[in-house]
Nanobody, 124 residues
Framework: QVQLVESGGGLVQAGDSLRLSCTAS????????MAWFRQAPGNEREFVAA????????NYADSVKGRFTISRDNAKNTVYLQMSTLKPEDTAIYYCAARVGAAVTDNQVRYDSWGQGTQVTVSS
C-alpha cells in the first residue's frame, strides 16, 4: 500500500479557485492510477477525477468537467486537483486514492489506498 496525505483545502467563495495536492509515500506513485473522490455531508462518497500512471488517460465526473483538472508529477510523488469556478455544491471532504494498474476507473472499491481527506468549503 501507499500512504497518501492531502493538502490545500480551505474556505473560498463561489467562483474562486483552489488547488489540492496529494503526496504519496511507500509504493512508487508512478506505478498506479490516482484519483480524487469527495463526500459531502449526508451524501455518499463520489468520484471526481482519475489519472493514469503516465498521465495520458483522464476521467472526470460530469459535474466537474471543464472546471476541474487533475494532474500528476511522478518525480514528486504528487497528484493535484486544480478546481476553478467553484460552486457551493462542491463543498465536501476531498479524498485522494491510489490503485495499482492503469485503468482510470470511477469505482472506489478498485482503489486500495486512501488519504484522510481535506475539507473544501465554498460559500455563496
Amino acid at each position: 500500500q501507499v500512504q497518501l496525505v492531502e493538502s490545500g483545502g480551505g474556505l473560498v467563495q463561489a467562483g474562486d479557485s483552489l488547488r489540492l495536492s496529494c503526496t504519496a509515500s511507500g509504493r512508487t506513485l508512478s506505478r498506479g492510477t490516482m484519483a480524487w473522490f469527495r463526500q459531502a455531508p449526508g451524501n455518499e462518497r463520489e468520484f471526481v477525477a482519475a489519472i493514469s500512471p503516465s498521465g495520458g488517460s483522464l476521467n472526470y465526473a460530469d459535474s466537474v468537467k471543464g472546471r476541474f483538472t487533475i494532474s500528476r508529477d511522478n518525480a514528486k510523488n504528487t497528484v493535484y486537483l486544480q478546481m476553478s469556478t467553484l460552486k457551493p455544491e462542491d463543498t465536501a471532504i476531498y479524498y485522494c486514492a491510489a490503485r495499482v494498474g492503469a485503468a482510470v476507473t470511477d469505482n472506489q472499491v478498485r482503489y486500495d489506498s486512501w488519504g484522510q481527506g481535506t475539507q473544501v468549503t465554498v460559500s455563496s
